[in-house]
């Protein structure tokens, strides 16, 4: 998911020649039924749950019953159960997370990449099990938004390995990406980002636990903040 090239490095007044490393951009097809969706720009990794993320946060994908994927070179074609449209999900989950562990799991999810510590170039986003106290998946890409729609695409796959999940993320919060997750069913998302003034206004219509700039012992509460033990 890195290449290395040729780079020419400035440092002050000096300059020299040498190897560096630069994030994969891969550029996927998402096929649904016969139909071509969407291209979308990721990096190369688990393309299954990217489309079926993807499917699903637009509506298209009903439900994961009798669900195939199947990655053809650049194309993920998925085969499913259609949508109407997509919907919007009130949550009522009733699940809390502590203060000292939202701090260590933003800390463990910010250190967990290499990619990103050899490139500087992804974002990492990942779905943290309440009942487990351990994040269940991670993925990183070089967007914010593909990576959202993996771990949507994760929960769905493997709906039993994470009972009570909470979206974890190195990126801005904006509106759409509150209302993937609220349509996937997860009830706080927490990111060391800034959020937008849409998502706080879709969480708290939503229902959802919205925590932004996550940074240290520090953190800002924007949305239905009973469910943080303080």
Same mark, same amino acid.
């Not at 994030?23 to 649904?32: C, G, L, N, P, S």
């Given at each position: ?33 016969? #139909?071509? *969706?969407?291209?979308? $720009?990721?990096?190369? =990794?688990?393309?299954? %749950? !990217? ?88 993925? #990183?890409? *070089?967007?914010?938004? $593909?990576?959202?729609? =993996?771990?949507?695409? %994760? !929960? ?75």
């Amino acid at each position: 998911m890195k290449k290395e090239i040729e780079i020419l490095k400035i440092k002050g007044k000096s300059k020299e020649i040498r190897k560096d490393f630069v994030v994969e951009e891969f550029h996927a097809q998402i096929i649904f039924n016969g #139909e071509m *969706i969407s291209e979308v $720009s990721c990096t190369p =990794k688990d393309l299954e %749950y !990217l489309g079926v993320g993807d499917v699903y946060s637009k509506g298209i994908l009903a439900s994961v019953e009798g669900l195939k994927v199947k990655i053809d070179k650049t194309q993920v074609k998925i085969i499913g159960k259609k949508g109407e449209k997509e919907i919007f999900k009130v949550l009522d989950s009733e699940c809390a997370i502590s203060l000292d562990l939202i701090f260590k799991a933003i800390h463990e999810l910010l250190t967990s990449s290499a990619l990103f510590n050899k490139t500087g170039g992804c974002h990492m986003v990942g779905i943290f099990d309440l009942k487990k106290e351990k994040f269940t998946y991670i993925a #990183e890409d *070089i967007a914010r938004h $593909s990576a959202v729609e =993996k771990c949507v695409g %994760y !929960l769905l796959i493997n709906s039993k390995e994470a009972q009570e999940p909470v979206l974890f993320s190195s990126g801005r919060a904006n509106s759409s990406i509150i209302e993937v997750c609220a349509n996937a069913g997860i009830p706080i998302v927490i990111t060391k980002s800034a959020v937008t003034d849409k998502a706080v206004q879709k969480a708290q219509e939503a229902g959802l636990t919205l925590v932004g700039f996550v940074r240290g012992n520090k953190a800002n509460i924007y949305a239905h903040s009973e469910r943080v033990k303080i």
